[in-house]
T-cell receptor, first 118, second 110 residues
Framework: DTGVSQDPRHKITKRGQNVTFRCDPI?????LYWYRQTLGQGPEFLTYFQNEAQLEKSRLLSDRFSAERPKGSFSTLEIQRTEQGDSAMYLC????????????????FGPGTRLTVL | RKEVEQDPGPFNVPEGATVAFNCTYS??????FFWYRQDCRKEPKLLMSVYSSGNEDGRFTAQLNRASQYISLLIRDSKLSDSATYLC???????????FGAGTILRVKS
């Protein structure tokens, strides 16, 4: 399967614990995005990388959240001192660069990591 | 006010029906517009892009009215397999951030 993969698919943790999620984008894609989706809502943008550079962060991304993409390939999203309000589906997406065309190229989403904080 | 607002669902329709979804967006500088489909507990997938001239893909027709900041999706001859949540999505002028509406649930029944 050459799509976006995420690990783990499900995570249950206790409040106050740290969790880390991994995303492997489609291999030739240099752009990687993290979104969060809660029940009954659409995904909300968290952050965006182009290669290893983190170019944009949402104000939703509090100081307890950190994302990295050290070699411009896979990315990790860490949540420290989890709270019950962090319970959500965390979606990763990737896209390829637009060469001379429109700035948007389709974002392909991974299956998500569902986080439950007890 | 939310940046992207959609019709509240769910829409319950019989097979073969025509159904229309509406969406409005608040940022007039928005660049590009899309409809995504999301099946229950699955990731969103691009259904179609939306252009001012209107575009059609089989039974699906999308329309954009920039003056009214309004986007629509029409599904003709609904199939059971069309049952899903339809997300109205806007690409903001800056960067590549997608802004999603809350989604409208469609249930097609036999």
């Amino acid at each position: 399967d050459t799509g976006v993969s995420q690990d783990p698919r499900h995570k249950i943790t206790k409040r106050g614990q740290n969790v880390t999620f991994r995303c492997d984008p489609i291999s030739e894609h240099n752009r990687l995005y993290w979104y969060r989706q809660t029940l009954g809502q659409g995904p909300e943008f968290l952050t965006y990388f182009q290669n290893e550079a983190q170019l944009e962060k949402s104000r939703l991304l509090s100081d307890r959240f950190s994302a990295e993409r050290p070699k411009g390939s896979f990315s990790t999203l860490e949540i420290q001192r989890t709270e019950q309000g962090d319970s959500a589906m965390y979606l990763c997406a990737s896209s390829s660069p637009a060469f001379g065309g429109p700035s948007y190229n389709e974002q392909f989403f991974g299956p998500g990591t569902r986080l439950t904080v007890l | 006010r939310k940046e992207v607002e959609q019709d509240p669902g769910p829409f319950n329709v019989p097979e073969g029906a025509t159904v229309a979804f509406n969406c409005t967006y608040s940022n007039s500088a928005s660049q590009s517009f899309f409809w995504y489909r999301q099946d229950c507990r699955k990731e969103p997938k691009l259904l179609m892009s939306v252009y001012s001239s209107g575009n059609e893909d089989g039974r699906f027709t999308a329309q954009l009215n920039r003056a009214s900041q309004y986007i629509s999706l029409l599904i003709r001859d609904s199939k059971l397999s069309d049952s899903a949540t339809y997300l109205c999505v806007v690409l903001m002028e800056y960067g590549n951030k997608l802004v999603f509406g809350a989604g409208t649930i469609l249930r097609v029944k036999s």
